[in-house]
T-cell receptor, first 109, second 115 residues
């Protein structure tokens, strides 16, 4: 079966750095997405990785290792507004998105 | 990016009734997707709505329960039929740049509560 695993919840301090991990087992791979979803709102796109390595976009970076079936989202200089759920999704061999359950990130002052 | 408007944003419904959710996009798109997100759960794809043809449903979802219309390239509806409390969920309309590398854009979601 296809599976995406990410921690259910994480807590971090304002101004700090946090890394949210995602491991996946899918039939084929056509890219990995990270989305941010604030409570009561729709998901919004953060990043896309299809090749191994680190993609940096401002305070957010996303890393992919295809051989390990592993990705992480790195958030630097955390702000209170970063409190949200972070969803990992993998595009499989049919370009179907397989979604993780999301990681709820709680930022404390 | 695409601007997607969904309505209703929320509703409280009685068991056994049906509700239609509308999704309007500000540009023409080939594929529109309907997702369900139950509390604390991952996004689950219900179906892909194609203009001019029948929607493609995922395993566990059937047309009789979730009929979909796609009359043109900017609009789609999802009906949740004969609702039960288990249908209480957020329903999200989504469009993509394309199937290969494009990210998805989501509507605001429709939060349904079935009593």
């Amino acid at each position: 079966g296809q599976n995406i695993d990410q921690p259910t919840e994480m807590t971090a301090t304002e101004g700090a750095i946090v890394q949210i991990n995602c491991t996946y087992q899918t039939s084929g791979f056509n890219g990995l997405f990270w989305y941010q979803q604030h409570a009561g709102e729709a998901p919004t796109f953060l990043s896309y990785n299809v090749l191994d390595g680190l993609e940096e976009k401002g305070r957010f970076s996303s890393f992919l290792s295809r051989s390990k079936g592993y990705s992480y989202l790195l958030l630097k200089e955390l702000q209170m507004k970063d409190s949200a759920s972070y969803l990992c999704a993998v595009s499989d061999s049919n370009y179907q998105l397989i979604w993780g359950a999301g990681t709820k990130l709680i930022i404390k002052p | 990016s695409a601007v997607i408007s969904q309505k209703p944003s929320r509703d409280i419904c009685q068991r056994g009734t049906s509700l239609t959710i509308q999704c309007q996009v500000d540009s023409q798109v080939t594929m529109m997707f309907w997702y369900r997100q139950q509390p604390g759960q991952s996004l689950t794809l219900i179906a892909t709505a194609n203009q001019g043809s029948e929607a493609t449903y995922e395993s566990g979802f059937v047309i009789d329960k979730f009929p979909i219309s796609r009359p043109n390239l900017t609009f789609s509806t999802l009906t949740v039929s004969n609702m039960s409390p288990e249908d209480s969920s957020i329903y999200l309309c989504s469009v993509g740049r394309g199937t290969e590398t494009g990210e998805l854009f989501f509507g605001e979601g429709s939060r349904l509560t079935v009593l």
